[in-house]
């Protein structure tokens, strides 16, 4: 299955079968009812599903333009998005009989929610993270080692998050019998894209039906920050056949756009092929991937997922650029207005929102999805702030 | 391009430069039958910890597609012996697969491999391998079903590369057991050469595998790592190495 031209297998023959028995997998248990009706248990009970939709009335009544709503993801356990697909995909391993689970991590919230997932399933958990990340996010490190999970450092090419992807694909390559390969993020080899698109999408269903009882209407605008994309496609996925819904996606514009300064993939970037999968890469003429810069480091990888490539290709979403500066006052503005500390990754969506709500009607409304909580980036925003 | 038994060995261009790579070529030509010649890429997946830092250091030397393809050019002066690319397939998709095809025929290189591309992928650039008569190369692995082979054969037009095992390149103390169920499923359904390579470093590992029935044997990180230790001067200890492995050809 193919987003267009974007997507597809690009994977080393080896993995082939482990993509196809998961995708059989998948496909039979998606809708399946016990296995439904367990994913809906733990999303209720473990990870704390629903959550709020927020009318923000103090940010709100500031701007002074449309009403904003924040789909409150930040309140979930482990802090983020994240848990909505770890928890799918854990079970769905313990379905295939795999009794161990690897998985990528650039910040560690992705490997902190594969490590609560993994623990609550009696699995073991081994987590790659660049060497770089492991020195930067020692609190995650030790999160996820306090909840049973292996930290294993990787020292390959830059050191960061495409680096650890890199590595458990290689990990996988040789344990695909016994392990599941736990992705954070719509991107990689189908059926990865959808299929954490579709675990994640429960944040665009319950944004809907929450805002139909609240507002009796549609959004006229949905935003969310874009890294590899899956809070962004989370939220997007159940508005893409409203047309009236305008979906924007943020992504991180760094320090500037010379090339090392930005994580801005779609903006800014090419298209390629890496991770398995064809979508926009920041990457040099001879098809070197480059290095990335955020001052959000859930946002720090070079690639994007091919969902959201084709959204913009079909120009059925927009993207954009917020700089480090930008989101960094969004995340004070937020703390002091609302009383709510957002992630850095998603004060990016916040800055764009705060941007776009001046210029719309009072009675228009945005909705900003809130993925993840500040509290993980205070050294970064002391650092800031220095 | 392969008659059996076959030796087919790997280096990195531009490790540790440039030079040091033609250098290393005219060496591997008096033994090998075929030059397999790897563009670095920076996110080589499908490679173990050897192959991987080879990437780098040929990427840290400033070596470029252009000049990949420059020293193949260069080496075609010496010899025809018959030169295989191996890359990722971002570098061929960013340049664009006819291009990348046709520049790469006009430098003189015979067939290419690549590690990313399989079959489901790989229609517009074997419309283009048929048009430039670039000769291709897929692999199998020891998960691949037989229909599949079956394909893999079909659309391999010099030989089929066989991976002797799960996991990545790289030294390995003994051949798996995978390698040898996957020559005996290979050669039913197969018409082309096979060749197989992964963690192949021993002359024992060679013998084994030419009397299960491989065409060919793939030797990559048992060199590279000779390079990466005696980078420039490794010709001679090169050398040696091809000469033991030959010898277990026999």
């Given at each position: 299955?193919?987003?267009?031209?974007?997507?597809?297998?690009?994977?080393?023959?080896?993995?082939?079968?482990?993509?196809?028995?998961?995708?059989?997998?998948?496909?039979?248990?998606?809708?399946?009812?016990?296995?439904?009706?367990?994913?809906?248990?733990?999303?209720?009970?473990?990870?704390?599903?629903?959550?709020?939709?927020?009318?923000?009335?103090?940010?709100?009544?500031?701007?002074?333009?449309?009403?904003?709503?924040?789909?409150?993801?930040?309140?979930?356990?482990?802090?983020?998005?994240?848990?909505?697909?770890?928890?799918?995909?854990?079970?769905?391993?313990?379905?295939?009989?795999?009794?161990?689970?690897?998985?990528?991590?650039?910040?560690?919230?992705?490997?902190?929610?594969?490590?609560?997932?993994?623990?609550?399933?009696?699995?073991?958990?081994?987590?790659?993270?660049?060497?770089?990340?492991?020195?930067?996010?020692?609190?995650?490190?030790?999160?996820?080692?306090?909840?049973?999970?292996?930290?294993?450092?990787?020292?390959?090419?830059?050191?960061?998050?495409?680096?650890?992807?890199?590595?458990?694909?290689?990990?996988?390559?040789?344990?695909?019998?016994?392990?599941?390969?736990?992705?954070?993020?719509?991107?990689?080899?189908?059926?990865?894209?959808?299929?954490?698109?579709?675990?994640?999408?429960?944040?665009?269903?319950?944004?809907?039906?929450?805002?139909?009882?609240?507002?009796?209407?549609?959004?006229?605008?949905?935003?969310?920050?874009?890294?590899?994309?899956?809070?962004?496609?989370?939220?997007?996925?159940?508005?893409?056949?409203?047309?009236?819904?305008?979906?924007?996606?943020?992504?991180?514009?760094?320090?500037?756009?010379?090339?090392?300064?930005?994580?801005?993939?779609?903006?800014?970037?090419?298209?390629?092929?890496?991770?398995?999968?064809?979508?926009?890469?920041?990457?040099?003429?001879?098809?070197?991937?480059?290095?990335?810069?955020?001052?959000?480091?859930?946002?720090?990888?070079?690639?994007?997922?091919?969902?959201?490539?084709?959204?913009?290709?079909?120009?059925?979403?927009?993207?954009?650029?917020?700089?480090?500066?930008?989101?960094?006052?969004?995340?004070?503005?937020?703390?002091?207005?609302?009383?709510?500390?957002?992630?850095?990754?998603?004060?990016?969506?916040?800055?764009?929102?705060?941007?776009?709500?001046?210029?719309?009607?009072?009675?228009?409304?945005?909705?900003?999805?809130?993925?993840?909580?500040?509290?993980?980036?205070?050294?970064?925003?002391?650092?800031?702030?220095? | 391009m392969?008659?059996?038994?076959?030796?087919?060995?790997?280096?990195?261009?531009?490790?540790?430069?440039?030079?040091?790579?033609?250098?290393?070529?005219?060496?591997?030509?008096?033994?090998?039958?075929?030059?397999?010649?790897?563009?670095?890429?920076?996110?080589?997946?499908?490679?173990?910890?050897?192959?991987?830092?080879?990437?780098?250091?040929?990427?840290?030397?400033?070596?470029?597609v252009?000049?990949?393809l420059?020293?193949v050019?260069?080496?075609?002066?010496?010899?025809?012996?018959p030169v295989v690319l191996?890359s990722?397939y971002?570098p061929i998709y960013v340049r664009g697969i006819e291009k990348f095809v046709r520049d790469a025929k006009e430098a003189g290189v015979d067939g290419m491999v690549i590690?990313?591309l399989?079959v489901e992928e790989a229609k517009a650039y074997l419309d283009v391998c048929g048009m430039y008569e670039m000769a291709t190369i897929f692999?199998?692995?020891?998960?691949?079903?037989?229909?599949?082979?079956?394909t893999?054969?079909e659309i391999s037009s010099a030989?089929?590369?066989?991976?002797?095992?799960?996991?990545?390149?790289?030294?390995?103390?003994?051949?798996?057991?995978?390698?040898?169920?996957?020559?005996?499923?290979?050669?039913?359904?197969?018409?082309k050469?096979?060749?197989?390579?992964?963690?192949?470093?021993?002359?024992?590992?060679?013998?084994?595998?030419?009397?299960?029935?491989?065409?060919?044997?793939?030797?990559?990180?048992?060199?590279?790592?000779?390079?990466?230790?005696?980078?420039?001067?490794?010709?001679?200890?090169?050398?040696?190495?091809?000469?033991?492995?030959?010898?277990?050809?026999?």
């Open positions: 299955m193919k987003f267009g031209e974007f997507g597809g297998q690009f994977v080393p023959e080896i993995l082939i079968q482990p993509l196809r028995e998961l995708q059989g997998t998948y496909r039979r248990l998606k809708d399946d009812i016990e296995f439904r009706e367990k994913l809906d248990y733990y999303l209720k009970n473990f990870a704390g599903r629903p959550t709020p939709l927020y009318f923000a009335k103090n940010l709100t009544e500031k701007i002074g333009g449309a009403r904003i709503y924040l789909k409150r993801e930040d309140i979930l356990h482990g802090g983020a998005h994240k848990i909505n697909n770890t928890i799918g995909q854990a079970l769905l391993a313990d379905y295939m009989g795999k009794v161990r689970l690897i998985a990528e991590t650039g910040a560690g919230q992705h490997g902190v929610a594969t490590a609560m997932a993994g623990t609550l399933l009696g699995m073991k958990v081994d987590v790659y993270m660049g060497a770089e990340d492991v020195e930067r996010q020692k609190m995650n490190v030790f999160r996820m080692k306090l909840l049973g999970a292996e930290v294993i450092p990787v020292d390959s090419g830059s050191k960061t998050l495409k680096d650890a992807i890199n590595e458990v694909l290689r990990d996988w390559a040789s344990s695909f019998e016994y392990t599941h390969y736990l992705i954070g993020s719509v991107v990689g080899p189908h059926p990865y894209p959808a299929m954490v698109r579709d675990f994640q999408s429960v944040i665009g269903i319950e944004t809907k039906k929450q805002l139909l009882e609240i507002e009796g209407s549609l959004p006229d605008a949905v935003v969310a920050c874009v890294g590899g994309g899956s809070n962004a496609i989370g939220i997007f996925h159940p508005f893409v056949g409203d047309r009236s819904v305008r979906l924007i996606g943020v992504e991180a514009g760094g320090k500037g756009m010379g090339i090392g300064q930005h994580s801005a993939s779609l903006c800014m970037g090419r298209k390629g092929v890496m991770h398995g999968m064809l979508s926009y890469f920041l990457q040099d003429e001879d098809g070197q991937i480059a290095g990335t810069h955020s001052i959000a480091p859930g946002l720090d990888y070079p690639g994007v997922g091919p969902e959201h490539a084709w959204f913009r290709e079909t120009e059925r979403a927009e993207y954009t650029a917020i700089g480090d500066k930008q989101a960094l006052k969004a995340y004070l503005e937020l703390s002091r207005t609302e009383g709510i500390l957002p992630a850095l990754e998603s004060a990016h969506a916040l800055a764009l929102a705060i941007e776009l709500a001046e210029e719309m009607e009072k009675d228009e409304i945005v909705v900003v999805n809130l993925s993840g909580r500040g509290d993980k980036d205070l050294e970064i925003v002391m650092g800031a702030l220095k | 392969i008659h059996r038994p076959a030796l087919i060995t790997y280096i990195t261009a531009g490790d540790p430069d440039l030079n040091a790579t033609l250098n290393f070529m005219l060496t591997l030509d008096k033994y090998a039958d075929v030059i397999e010649l790897g563009i670095p890429f920076s996110d080589p997946v499908m490679d173990g910890k050897t192959i991987q830092k080879a990437n780098i250091r040929a990427l840290e030397s400033g070596t470029g252009q000049n990949v420059g020293i050019e260069e080496f075609r002066k010496f010899s025809d012996t191996m990722y971002n590690a990313d399989p692999f199998a692995a020891p998960n691949t079903p037989m229909e599949r082979l079956k893999i054969d030989f089929v590369y066989l991976v002797s095992a799960y996991g990545t390149t790289g030294i390995r103390q003994d051949v798996s057991k995978l390698a040898f169920y996957l020559i005996r499923r290979a050669r039913k359904i197969c018409k050469p096979l060749a197989v390579g992964f963690g192949i470093s021993k002359p024992e590992h060679v013998s084994e595998l030419i009397k299960a029935g491989a065409d060919g044997i793939v030797v990559g990180s048992a060199l590279v790592e000779i390079i990466e230790r005696y980078a420039k001067n490794a010709t001679v200890k090169i050398e040696n190495k091809l000469r033991e492995l030959k010898l277990a050809m026999k």
